[in-house]
């Protein structure tokens, strides 16, 4: 039996961003997206939860230095989003829309890729206490 | 005397920046919140109201009329805004959170009755940051 553990870290940024279909109208941005559509932007503190699963080292007990995955995402998550706006500063979203949705797909592309692919990664993020959403599905 | 909270929520962007300022200086004092594109948060509205509970109905004051005024005069002003750019009532302010407890003060005090006295505004910017604002 393969004992794998899930561990846990939880980070914060909060960025400006809005709702916008480019090839939409006006008219159809503020029908599909509301509020969120305000063309001088709003923000949020997105909140996150990193989940990394693995067996634990023998040697050292961790599946992940949960120091080493914490200055994994500041230097490669947080520097790079937080105190921004999600559509003006960052390349990503130049042509993606910073939904809840699109946001985490980019987080956990940016993570997969720093690290280890004998661990499996989940991201969660949160717009708001009450929205949030999961990448990738289980 | 009874105190009384009703705890609301918006989000919305803001930049603090100094405009007597130049762009180095705002940086030194802001940093990251100098932003010239923006950032944002999510805001938590804790309103505290006091006075004495009326006999006939066991209410301090109806917390769906309390509800309401907080809709009317600064929810609706403020959710999904830019606080810099959208919002009349800050306008030439600073947009910290301390001026905004301030502010949100202002637009509920006249709108109580005479025998509800708006106590305290709590204003959280982040679950770590909240400012605290009781009139005076």
Request: charged share 25%.
């Given at each position: 039996m393969i004992n794998k553990v899930s561990v846990y870290r939880k980070e914060h940024f909060n960025a400006a961003h809005r709702l916008n279909n480019a090839s939409w109208d006006a008219a159809k941005n503020e029908t599909v997206f509301g509020k969120c559509n305000n063309p001088?932007?709003?923000?949020?503190?997105?909140?996150?939860?990193?989940?990394?699963?693995?067996?634990?080292?023998?040697?050292?007990?961790?599946?992940i230095d949960l120091k080493m995955l914490s200055d994994t995402i500041?230097?490669?998550v947080i520097e790079k989003l937080d105190h921004k706006n999600l559509n003006l500063d960052?390349?990503?979203?130049?042509?993606?829309?910073?939904?809840?949705?699109?946001i985490v797909i980019v987080i956990y592309n940016i993570l997969r890729e720093k690290l280890n692919s004998d661990l499996e990664l989940q991201v969660r993020l949160y717009e708001t206490p009450r929205n949030f959403v999961e990448y990738p599905v289980t | 005397m009874v105190y009384l909270?009703?705890?609301?929520?918006f989000n919305a962007a803001h930049k603090l920046y100094n405009p007597e300022w130049d762009k180095e200086k705002n940086e030194v004092v802001f940093?990251?919140?100098a932003n010239e594109n923006w950032h944002g948060h999510n805001y938590e509205l804790y309103v505290t109201i006091k006075g004495e509970v009326m006999e006939e109905t066991g209410f301090l004051f109806d917390v769906k009329i309390l509800s309401l005024l907080i809709k009317q005069y600064v929810l609706d002003k403020l959710d999904h805004k830019n606080l810099n750019v959208d919002v009349e009532f800050l306008k030439n302010k600073m947009c910290t959170t301390e001026n905004l407890a301030k502010a949100i003060w202002n637009q509920l005090h006249p709108h109580l009755p005479q025998a509800v006295?708006?106590?305290c505004i709590k204003l959280y910017e982040t679950p770590r940051i909240f400012?605290?604002?009781f009139g005076d």
């Amino acid at each position: 039996m393969i004992n794998k553990v899930s561990v846990y870290r939880k980070e914060h940024f909060n960025a400006a961003h809005r709702l916008n279909n480019a090839s939409w109208d006006a008219a159809k941005n503020e029908t599909v997206f509301g509020k969120c559509n305000n063309p001088s932007y709003h923000g949020h503190n997105y909140e996150m939860e990193v989940k990394v699963t693995g067996v634990p080292d023998i040697e050292t007990g961790f599946v992940i230095d949960l120091k080493m995955l914490s200055d994994t995402i500041n230097d490669h998550v947080i520097e790079k989003l937080d105190h921004k706006n999600l559509n003006l500063d960052i390349p990503e979203f130049s042509k993606l829309n910073p939904t809840a949705e699109n946001i985490v797909i980019v987080i956990y592309n940016i993570l997969r890729e720093k690290l280890n692919s004998d661990l499996e990664l989940q991201v969660r993020l949160y717009e708001t206490p009450r929205n949030f959403v999961e990448y990738p599905v289980t | 005397m009874v105190y009384l909270t009703r705890i609301e929520h918006f989000n919305a962007a803001h930049k603090l920046y100094n405009p007597e300022w130049d762009k180095e200086k705002n940086e030194v004092v802001f940093g990251k919140c100098a932003n010239e594109n923006w950032h944002g948060h999510n805001y938590e509205l804790y309103v505290t109201i006091k006075g004495e509970v009326m006999e006939e109905t066991g209410f301090l004051f109806d917390v769906k009329i309390l509800s309401l005024l907080i809709k009317q005069y600064v929810l609706d002003k403020l959710d999904h805004k830019n606080l810099n750019v959208d919002v009349e009532f800050l306008k030439n302010k600073m947009c910290t959170t301390e001026n905004l407890a301030k502010a949100i003060w202002n637009q509920l005090h006249p709108h109580l009755p005479q025998a509800v006295k708006l106590h305290c505004i709590k204003l959280y910017e982040t679950p770590r940051i909240f400012v605290e604002y009781f009139g005076d």
